[in-house]
T-cell receptor, first 116, second 117 residues
Framework: KQEVTQIPAALSVPEGENLVLNCSFTDSAIYNLQWFRQDPGKGLTSLLLIQSSQREQTSGRLNASLDKSSGRSTLYIAASQPGDSATYLCAGLDNAGGTSYGKLTFGQGTILTVHP | EAGVAQSPRYKIIEKRQSVAFWCNPISGHATLYWYQQILGQGPKLLIQFQNNGVVDDSQLPKDRFSAERLKGVDSTLKIQPAKLEDSAVYLC???????????????FGPGTRLLVL
């Protein structure tokens, strides 16, 4: 059974800092690893998706890496801004592709606060 | 492109009452998911549909929860009777498959926030 853990549970940083959010998973046979953002009272927005054959993905100030052998993924946010304040969730997708349908297992999230 | 729609946005009920949530996925998305997100936790998959068939309902408490997607589009999730521990946000998501067979990312609705008193 896949278990996903995120560290830290909460993080508060001043504007402009670079920061790293950590995610670990127990089953390395994941199909892909995704990072989501959740704003209060809203649904989840996909930020980055890393296929199992890839090692990283970049979008603007965000960079996510995946190391299947160690069961870890990191989300790097460069030059953080107050608008980045949200909860960040990572999720592993297992057993997808072909005719099977994968299941996402989420971590508990990291609550990020970027103060001016 | 319209996103995933859910209603109601908020619901307050007393324990042992019944409640139903509605979801309209993104047009053309064959796969629909219902998640339960308890405060301070990540979403947990309750049920997954492919068109109008159930793919995975292993984590659905079937003694009180039920879900259907009769025409392979809209879906409803029902709780009967509700318990205090059902207080959570219920998220609906949908996705499609890419041409190569890879599963596309899931698109989430805003959720329904349920409080059971």
């Amino acid at each position: 059974k896949q278990e996903v853990t995120q560290i830290p549970a909460a993080l508060s940083v001043p504007e402009g800092e670079n920061l790293v959010l950590n995610c670990s998973f127990t089953d390395s046979a994941i199909y892909n690893l995704q990072w989501f953002r959740q704003d209060p009272g809203k649904g989840l927005t996909s930020l980055l998706l890393i296929q199992s054959s890839q090692r990283e993905q970049t979008s603007g100030r965000l960079n996510a890496s995946l190391d299947k052998s160690s069961g870890r993924s990191t989300l790097y946010i460069a030059a953080s801004q107050p608008g980045d304040s949200a909860t960040y969730l990572c999720a592993g997708l297992d057993n997808a592709g072909g005719t099977s349908y994968g299941k996402l297992t989420f971590g508990q999230g990291t609550i990020l606060t970027v103060h001016p | 492109e319209a996103g995933v729609a859910q209603s109601p946005r908020y619901k307050i009920i007393e324990k042992r009452q019944s409640v139903a949530f509605w979801c309209n996925p993104i047009s053309g998305h064959a796969t629909l998911y219902w998640y339960q997100q308890i405060l301070g936790q990540g979403p947990k998959l309750l049920i997954q549909f492919q068109n109008n068939g159930v793919v995975d309902d292993s984590q659905l408490p079937k003694d009180r929860f039920s879900a259907e997607r009769l025409k392979g589009v809209d879906s409803t999730l029902k709780i009967q009777p509700a318990k205090l521990e059902d207080s959570a946000v219920y998220l609906c998501a949908s996705s499609s498959r890419l041409a190569g067979g890879q599963q596309e990312t899931q698109y989430f609705g805003p959720g329904t926030r349920l409080l059971v008193l």
